[in-house]
């Protein structure tokens, strides 16, 4: 590892002032995945500007929906009442993920940006485009069973890891950042990117922006939505495929839908085409088969993750059904 | 024989305490932290080493720059092919075939494989000596590298070695005949990857140079190996090492050899002057430790419509380094589990570009009896025949390699309780045919064997003064129970409470022990640990007898009996005195016992097995191809049960070890680099809780007075055998779909397209 130095930051400001400064400085939250790829050689800031003192931990209520602040802990917004009443789906993907051990020190910001699994971007001896771009791809030859189906090009096929990012871009999160230039938000959706010709460049923050909370706005039908984790393993396990789904379901007729995946792509893959099959349409087999149809279309399997693209069919199928069957109005 | 005849007193004289399931007697010292492992004996001017690590597969290293590295404050030294000293090799064991990479490290520029250790760095911390390994740059001269068994099997080999004693290519009777006679055949490929042992303690050593004495506290499975080792490397008396280890936490194999970050520990101590620490990482675990070998495995069964088996063909590949040869035996056991007069096996090896491999938990049966198994389930299928009852049809009687009998064999006990117990005859035969709401339901059934394995081994006991006990010798606990058990077998010699006896273990100033591994320690170290109190307790006898004073004077030594810390009359317990007693009127400080057992595997007239029966229900999602394990049950013939708790939890361990090789344990090579992809515990899958139903042990009662004078068999290996092959054979029955391959991950099942 790297020598590095550690900072406190007192307040908003003062940790956003560390890392503008140019120091290649990052900002820690839970280090669950910073550390790791510190010690692994992948990342090597020169300093880490702690950011667990700021008063960003709290999850509230807002006239627009809830508002979770980026140091909650992974665990604390799992099993918060109020995340589990209005976005069951948070909860659930939050919960399908890591371990509690880890859960209890993740953070959402954190949790955001962690990065991906592919095996050859965790090993600094392969060549790999996103630790060092234009040094070439070793997953596209290599072994790429847990790689991405969707949205991937030539220079990069990693999937981004994480499960609650998929409820969130299903939710219509919006993060909000703080920077040298002042607040923005983000919407989720546009928050991390397609690999393309930089996929070292893996979201839409600068690198000296602060994540200071993420928004879930309003919507009845989100109570009902529901999270599904394909995996290799019973827990403890990132996604195969994940699928998080809502339903507005009105005797029998899908008013609005929400659908996002995840394990196959760069980002959480918010599947629009597939709402756009579901909306307006019988909640009912065949709609849910034509969504999973319209989700997975141009799908680019690689070499050992074809099995992927069924499996992400049917994930969304089954989770459809479900989740219609659980909501008022049902199913057709 | 059944079990009945089999059965004897628990204890003729003493507590009645073997077989009870006493806790861990060292099970306070370990959740409170109060059990030291190699890697925390404190020294004072303790220095750290870091291995270096080659990050191509094969090549040569065409030199280093240490510039930046040696800039780093506090760097003592650093070690590489072009300045390390003389290691001398070591003959390894076995002697056919190498388990533990005869190659001495960093005396050449040569690499075999990703991950081989090219340099030590040491540092006055923990912290300066990452950072200068970090600094270290390497240029090598690379060649493609040998990392895909399939492309290479062109090049595969005969051993040079024996495979488990026997020649690589062997036959009994005639398998062509068999087979044409046949009137149903299974032939079929199985496939296994290869597996990492993964135990939860790092391989670490600790090593302090004295002049030419050296002292060493290493995470082994073998004091005396390295002991034997470190004299040889560093061509020193065997006498000037000493070799410590109280602790083991978790080894299935990989701590049985001495591999070659313990030398390069005493290396970097004689280098630096000073005592050195030295932590394998879990990446380097993945490269230097050796592992359980890839296979392809070609079955071939003929079988009359009976079910009679008329001839058995287990043949193909496993792979090794390209400077060892390790062969994974699989055929081992089709040698003597069925009744069969055409048997043939013949097994090739092909050279990779990796580390060698080894034993891993029942290497051999492991692997080789997924297949075995899996093909009788075929047959079975075939037949139309119940999968035990085909195994029934085939039992052998008397063991069909050796045709000796055997010292016992309960494994129709073990298929006829197991069956009970699980309730397999709620199982309806047909694939796809039974249901647990949306998921399809399997169950499915394999044997288990395991050799007897024992080893000469010595120990010393000591009644003190205080009527306690102190039981040593330098074997090891890998966390399976040894503190335990060998409490257990002195207090019940010996008629005294565990409390009052102190076993000590892990040091090679204390009587010699071979390795803890073919789950030998029990019966090796537990019958002289046996022979050692009797030897102690008849000096304290004499004691008494020849002193006027006690009560037992006169006495003949038969009539004296030992119980609750006191020699009494058999026929008048009042007439007696306390251990205690004899020994403070003596004037003695205590007195000892040692003995050595050997055994003579020569003239051996009796086969000796463990055996069982392994039942598992799985529950599998039609549409994703999931698959979990729901139920299972395993019986077990072990023998003699010296700790009914620990007993289990072996082979409950090996049940989760062989539930992980069935659906997800592979590590994976990347075969354009020869990099190890997967190498830490996040990506390579072991079960976790929610992985690992309820699990039902059963152990029946035995007593094999041939297989080890304390009538165990063995526990430590046989709770993996079968359990991956039962897995895999309830996944057929649930889904009518046969995976050949381990693991059965859901794109094996899903991509047969069989499933809803
Ligand atoms: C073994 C293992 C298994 C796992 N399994 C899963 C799984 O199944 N599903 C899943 O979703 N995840 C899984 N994870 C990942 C886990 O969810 C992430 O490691 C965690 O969410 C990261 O949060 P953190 O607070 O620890 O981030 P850190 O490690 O502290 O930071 C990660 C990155 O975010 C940056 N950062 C942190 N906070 C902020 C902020 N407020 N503003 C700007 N930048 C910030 C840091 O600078 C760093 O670059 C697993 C992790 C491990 C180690
Ligand atoms: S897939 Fe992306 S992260 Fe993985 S090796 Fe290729 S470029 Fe690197």
Redesign the interface.
């Known amino acids: ?3 590095f130095t550690y900072k406190r930051a007192t307040d908003e400001a003062d940790a956003v002032r560390e890392v503008a400064n140019g120091k290649n400085a990052k900002f820690l939250g839970g280090g669950t995945n910073l550390v790791d790829l510190m010690k692994m ?1 992948v990342e090597t800031p020169d300093e880490l500007v702690d950011i667990n003192r700021l008063a960003l931990k709290r999850i509230e209520q807002t006239p627009q929906g809830l508002r979770i602040g980026a140091l909650a802990s992974n665990s604390e917004v799992a099993n918060h009442r109020l995340v589990r009443e209005q976005f069951p789906v948070l909860s659930e993907a939050i919960l399908a993920g890591a371990s509690p051990q880890l859960r209890n020190m993740a953070t959402v910001g954190g949790n955001l940006l962690q990065r991906t ?1 592919c ?2 971007f965790m ?1 600094t ?2 060549p790999c485009n996103k630790r060092v771009p234009g040094s070439g791809c ?1 997953a596209i ?3 790429n ?1 847990i790689h991405a189906i969707l949205g991937a090009s030539d220079k990069c096929i990693a999937v981004h890891p994480s499960d609650m990012c998929v409820a969130l871009a299903a939710l219509d999160a919006i993060v909000r950042v703080a920077g040298p230039a002042g607040a923005r938000q983000i919407p989720l959706v546009d928050f991390h990117r397609l690999p393309g010709d930089t996929p070292q460049i893996e979201t839409n923050l600068r690198p000296d922006e602060l994540i200071v909370a993420v928004d879930l706005p309003n919507s009845p039908f989100a109570r009902r939505s529901r999270y599904l984790k ?1 995996r ?6 990132f996604a ?1 495929v994940s699928v998080a789904a809502a339903l507005d379901v009105q005797q029998g007729r899908i008013n609005a839908a929400r659908l996002a995946l995840g394990g196959v792509a760069h980002k959480p893959w918010r599947a629009l085409d597939a709402e756009k099959v579901l909306t307006g349409a019988r909640a009912d087999a065949q709609t849910f088969r034509a969504a999973a149809e319209a989700a997975l279309k141009g799908a680019q399997p690689q070499q050992h993750n074809a ?1 992927k693209v ?2 992400a069919r ?2 969304i ?2 989770l459809l059904t479900e989740v219609a069957h659980e909501t008022k109005g049902g199913a057709a | 024989m059944s079990a009945k005849q089999n059965q004897r007193p628990a204890s003729k004289q003493g507590s009645g305490v073997v077989g009870q399931p006493l806790n861990r007697v060292d099970g306070r010292l370990k959740v409170t932290g109060g059990a030291r492992f190699a890697a925390e004996f404190p020294h004072d001017q303790m220095a750290y080493a870091v291995l270096i690590g080659s ?2 597969a094969n090549g040569r290293i065409k030199g280093f720059d240490t510039s930046a590295a040696k800039r780093v404050p506090g760097v003592l030294a650093i070690i590489t092919h072009e300045n390390a000293p003389k290691l001398r090799p070591v003959a390894t064991n076995p002697a056919e075939g190498d388990a533990a990479g005869r190659r001495v490290p960093l005396q050449s520029p040569v690499i075999y494989y990703h991950g081989q250790y090219i340099a030590v760095v040491v540092a006055e911390t923990l ?1 300066q000596t ?2 200068a390994a ?1 600094l270290v740059r390497v240029s090598y001269d690379e060649q493609p590298p040998a990392a895909d068994m399939e492309r290479e099997r062109g090049k595969a080999y005969p051993p040079k070695g024996k495979v488990a004693g026997k020649p690589a290519d062997t036959m009994r009777g005639n398998t062509d005949t068999g087979l044409a006679a046949a009137n149903v055949r299974v032939d079929e490929i199985y496939r296994t990857p290869t597996e990492h042992h993964n135990p939860m303690e790092p391989h670490a050593t600790i090593a302090v140079w004295d002049g030419d004495k050296l002292t060493i506290y290493d995470a082994t499975q073998y004091t005396y190996g390295v002991r034997h080792a470190m004299a040889t490397t560093f061509g020193v008396p065997e006498e000037n090492v000493r070799c410590i280890c109280k602790f083991t936490g978790g080894a299935f194999g990989c701590k049985g050899t001495v591999w070659s970050h313990v030398s390069l520990a005493a290396a970097a101590a004689r280098v630096a002057r000073r005592p050195v620490k030295l932590v394998t990482t879990r990446q380097q675990m993945f490269s230097n430790m050796g592992h359980r070998a890839e296979t392809e495995q070609h079955v071939v069964l003929g079988a009359t419509r009976a079910g009679k088996l008329t001839a058995i063909v287990h043949e193909g590949l496993s792979h090794t380094s390209t400077f060892d040869e390790y062969v994974e035996p699989f055929s081992k056991a089709t040698h003597m589990l069925y009744a069969c007069d055409n048997f043939k096996a013949s097994q090739r090896l092909v050279a990779l570009n990796v580390g060698t491999p080894t034993y891993m938990r029942a290497p051999g049966e492991t692997s080789g009896m997924f297949a075995l198994e899996s093909a009788l389930d075929e047959l079975a299928y075939k037949l139309n025949l119940d999968p035990i009852q085909l195994r029934l049809v085939n039992y052998a009687d008397t063991d069909p390699d050796t045709k000796l009998p055997w010292s016992t064999k309960l494994l129709k006990e073990c298929y006829r309780t197991g069956a009970e117990h699980f309730g397999w005859a709620r199982r309806k035969p047909a694939p796809r045919s039974m249901r647990d709401g949306r998921y399809l339901l399997g169950l499915g059934m394999a044997t288990a064997v395991y050799p007897v394995n024992h080893f000469p081994s010595s120990a010393r006991v000591r009644i003190q003064s205080d009527g306690s006990a102190i039981v040593e010798s330098s074997t090891h606990d890998l966390g399976t129970g040894t503190y335990t058990v060998l409490t257990q077998i002195a207090c019940e010699t010996l008629g005294l409470p565990p409390e009052r006896v102190e076993v000590i273990i892990g040091d090679t100033n204390l009587p010699k022990a071979m390795v803890s591994g073919g789950s030998s320690t029990v019966m090796s170290v537990g019958s002289s640990v046996q022979g050692a109190a009797r030897a102690a307790l008849a000096k304290l006898v004499e004691t008494a007898r020849a002193d006027t004073r006690s009560p037992l004077y006169g006495a003949s030594a038969d009539q004296i009996v030992a119980s609750d810390g006191r020699l009494a009359l058999k026929s008048n317990d009042a007439r007696g005195e306390t251990y205690r007693d004899t020994l403070a009127r003596a004037g003695m400080k205590e007195v000892e016992g040692s003995y050595d057992t050997e055994f003579n595997d020569k003239e051996k007239k009796f086969s000796s097995h463990a055996f069982g029966a392994q039942f598992a229900e799985v529950r599998v999602d039609p ?2 191809g ?1 698959v ?1 394990v729901t139920r299972f049950t395993g019986v077990f013939d072990i023998g003699r049960v010296m700790n009914m708790k620990t007993g289990q939890s072996q082979m409950k361990g090996g049940i989760i070890m062989g539930i992980g090789m069935a ?2 344990e592979e590590t ?1 090579l ?4 020869g ?1 190890l ?2 190498r830490d515990l ?2 390579y ?1 072991v ?5 690992v139903p309820q699990l039902d042990v059963v152990l029946l009662e035995n007593f094999d007075e041939h297989a080890s004078p304390i009538g165990a068999k063995g526990a430590g290996e046989i709770g993996i055998v079968g359990a991956a092959a039962a897995v895999a054979n309830a996944v057929y029955h649930a889904t009518g779909v046969r995976v050949r391959e381990l693991p059965i ?3 094996k099942l ?2 047969k397209g069989a499933l809803a």
């Open positions: 590892m790297n020598p050689g699994r095996y050859y090993d001896s392969f070793s030859p290599g072994f069973r394909i290799d393993r019973a827990q403890y396990a195969l099995f069924e499996l049917r994930a199928v089954r | 990050t191509i912290e990452q950072q970090a549409d994703f999931e979990r659906l997800m994976v990347d075969t354009n680099s990099r992809v997967n996040a990506e899958h079960p976790v809780h929610a992985d991950t859901l794109d899903l991509g």
